[in-house]
């Protein structure tokens, strides 16, 4: 099982970025998906997240309105478009899937797999 994070990059406010996360050894379809990202010095955060059974996707809160988890079944691979970007979206940017997420889906410690991560820096 691997998950592999790209697109990252430095960026100025209001720019638009997709990362994607290409998934191997596993059918991503069948797992819940979750990008989180952590800025340094803060903790980890859920972003975005996506239903494996049904689509239903969750947003955090910083995030909705700007921000979309997609995927691509045929490509086993997963997006977060990002748009209207802010300096406050910098991070390192993680995609991450379990089986199954019960509860929350924000608490990163419930997924098994992670990517490893990709730099994500908005500024003037």
């Known amino acids: 099982v691997q998950l592999q994070a790209s697109g990252g990059g430095l960026m100025q406010p209001g720019d638009s970025l997709t990362l994607s996360c290409k998934a191997s050894g596993f059918v991503l379809q069948y797992y819940d998906i979750g990008w989180f990202r952590q800025a340094p010095g803060k903790e980890r955060e859920g972003v975005s997240y996506m239903k494996s059974s049904d689509g239903t996707t969750n947003y955090a809160s910083s995030v909705k309105g700007r921000f979309t988890i997609s995927r691509d079944i045929a490509e086993n691979k997963v997006y977060l478009q990002m748009n209207s970007l802010k300096p406050e979206d910098t991070a390192v940017y993680y995609c991450?899937?379990?089986?199954?997420?019960?509860?929350?889906?924000?608490?990163?410690?419930?997924?098994?797999?992670w990517g490893q991560g990709t730099q994500v820096t908005v500024s003037s």
């Open positions: 991450a899937v379990d089986e199954l997420v019960r509860g929350p889906w924000e608490q990163w410690w419930k997924y098994d797999y």
